[in-house]
């Protein structure tokens, strides 16, 4: 009985969740197969506390518990290892995840990232971090979860240089990323959409392309600071350019309309066009032109096509120039 106690308890291992004020909140564990994340379990945390028991598997991606009032589950490798995360429910930084060699080698990738303040360097941080781990788990996942660093030729090589047999949902979630830049990049017709106005009507994207020859399609949020500051050079660019042609559509990735409409009305964005379905970052018409960070915008011509994306708003006036003038 002793011999079959230990076969049993050395093809499972455990996931010990240990968060101070979670008592009586769900926790999620899951992973994503590919194509959707799937919740493995769930369990109510007493005493601040949570255990997964789990089958050794051959599949060795992350998986990532979630929680209510999260924007993001934390994700970790367990490499059919014991797990151990700790900290604080109202403190997502600040968790801890103890695991396996293949999270030690993240923490510590994390930490040295997070920590490069130049734009460029982090980038070839990254780059040569993934470059490293092409041939395992971690490689790919880094690469989804940085995607918005790298240009488009980038994540293709990097994506043709992983391995075949390698197997990793993130793997696939690059390649539909890479997917959806394709159909939005510059030269491609706009995609439409429908979603619910700030009075709860329904707008379709279609109904001011042409009538304006113009259209910024705006992606942001009243939680986002970098989206708040950029949103004064967003009104002045309107203000200067609405009599010329231009027009604006903003997308928000807000849950809280009340918060949505606050922020309208606090940094004075006067235009009309305001949408969002409240999904945070399930919006719909965010995954349509695959955005992957906010503030982003996409710049439609009057015949419907793309012609310029993520334009910082020190170069929007050159841009508007060229089609207005």
């Not at 092409?134 to 980038?154: A, C, E, Q, R």
């Not at 503030?295 to 994306?309: E, S, W």
């Amino acid at each position: 009985m002793l011999v079959m106690m230990t076969m049993v308890s050395c093809n499972s291992f455990k996931i010990n969740v240990n968060l101070e004020n979670s008592n009586g909140k769900t926790v999620y564990l899951q992973r994503y197969d590919g194509e959707t994340m799937k919740i493995l379990d769930s369990v109510v945390a007493k005493d601040n506390k949570v255990a997964f028991k789990l089958k050794q598997d051959a599949n060795t991606d992350a998986y990532c518990i979630m929680m209510k009032g999260w924007r993001r589950p934390l994700n970790f490798f367990a490499d059919n290892q014991d797990v151990t995360i700790t900290g604080d429910y109202q403190k997502y930084n600040g968790i801890n995840v103890l695991a396996s060699e293949s999270q030690e080698k993240l923490n510590k990738f994390l930490s040295e990232a997070n920590s490069i303040e130049d734009e460029q360097e982090q980038l070839y941080y990254v780059l040569d971090f993934v470059k490293q781990n092409i041939d395992n788990p971690v490689g790919p996942y880094v690469l989804y979860m940085y995607k918005w660093m790298f240009s488009l030729n980038d994540l293709r090589n990097l994506h043709e240089a992983m391995p075949n047999e390698l197997k990793s949902a993130y793997k696939i979630l690059v390649v539909q990323y890479i997917k959806g830049l394709e159909i939005t990049e510059p030269g491609q017709p706009f995609i439409d959409f429908t979603q619910k106005d700030v009075n709860g009507e329904d707008f379709t994207l279609s109904s001011v392309i042409g009538k304006s020859k113009i259209v910024i399609l705006d992606f942001w949020a009243s939680w986002c600071p970098d989206c708040r500051k950029e949103n004064p050079g967003l009104v002045a660019v309107y203000n200067e350019y609405k009599d010329k042609g231009l027009d604006i559509v903003s997308v928000s990735f807000d849950t809280n309309a009340e918060a949505w409409k606050k922020a309208i009305a606090d940094d004075n964005l006067s235009w009309k066009n305001h949408v969002s379905d409240l999904k945070g970052w399930g919006n719909a018409a965010g995954a349509l032109y695959t955005i992957a960070y906010i503030p982003q915008n996409v710049v439609i011509d009057a015949n419907g096509l793309i012609v310029k994306k993520n334009v910082p708003m020190d170069r929007m006036k050159e841009v508007l120039n060229s089609f207005l003038n």
